[in-house]
C-alpha cells in the first residue's frame, strides 16, 4: 500500500469505506488515522496520517501466536483464522503499531436494544432488527464471510486484512476505491511496472516505526504542505 500524503484530504473516506465493508463494530476501526498538532500558533504544524495493519514482511503478531491464527499467506499478507483465536492477545501486544482490536464482548450488541431514543418517535435498534427481518445488523456486508467471518465473535481479536476477500476478485481494498483523491495506491512491489512500484521508485518514502524491524509494507510518500495565498 502506498499512501500519498500531498493527495490524501483527511476526509476519513477509508475509515467509513473499511467499517462498511467489513461489518466492524463500535469502538474497532481497522483503517484510522493519527492527527498531530505540533508547534505554538502562529506557528503551527499539523499532520494527518492513515493508519492500517502494516503486513510486515517479518510479522511480529505471527511470531507470537501460540495456536497459528495470525499468519502469512502466499501474497505476503498477515491474515487471521478466527477460528483459531483464543483471546490470549499476544498478538495484540507483540504489534508495533497498535492497530489490533480485541471483542472484548460480542459484537453489534446494541442492536439487541430494545430502548428507543426518543419513546413514541423512533424505533429501537431491536425494532429495527425485526422490521428488516436481520438477526445481526442492518447494514450487513455478507460478502465478507468469503474468508472471514461476517461477524466475529466474543474474546477474538481482529484486524485490517487488505480487504483479501476483495483481491480475491481482481478489486483493489475497500479504502482504496472509496479514496476521493487518489490518495491510496495498492499493488505488487515485486513488479516494477505497478503503480505502487513506480511511486516507490519516483518518491523518497516513509514507513512507520521502522525501529521494530518488521517490514511494514504501507509506504508514505510526500507531505501536506500549506501555502499562504495572497
Sequence with gaps: MVIDLQKCVGCGGCDL???????????????SHLN????????VKYSYVPTMCNHCSDAACVKVCPTGA?????????????DKCIGCRKCMRACPYGVISYNKQKPHR?????????????????????????????????ERGDT???????RTTEKCTFCDHRLDQGLNPACVSACPSNARVFGDLDDPQSE?????AMHKTQQLNLDANTNPNVYYIRSFNVKTLY
Excluded: H
Design 17 to 31: 469505506a473499511c467499517k462498511t465493508e467489513n461489518n466492524t463494530p463500535d469502538g474497532i476501526q481497522w483503517s
Design 36 to 43: 498531530v498538532t505540533e508547534g505554538r500558533f502562529p506557528d
Design 70 to 82: 495470525m499468519y502469512k499467506d502466499k501474497r505476503g499478507l498477515t491474515l487471521q483464522d478466527n
Design 110 to 142: 446494541k442492536w439487541q436494544d430494545d430502548q428507543a431514543l426518543l419513546e413514541g418517535a423512533t424505533a429501537s435498534p431491536y425494532m429495527l432488527l425485526k422490521k428488516v427481518d436481520n438477526k445481526v445488523v442492518p447494514y450487513l456486508n455478507p
Design 148 to 154: 472471514y467471518p461476517v461477524t466475529r465473535s466474543r
Design 196 to 200: 505502487a512500484a513506480r511511486l516507490i
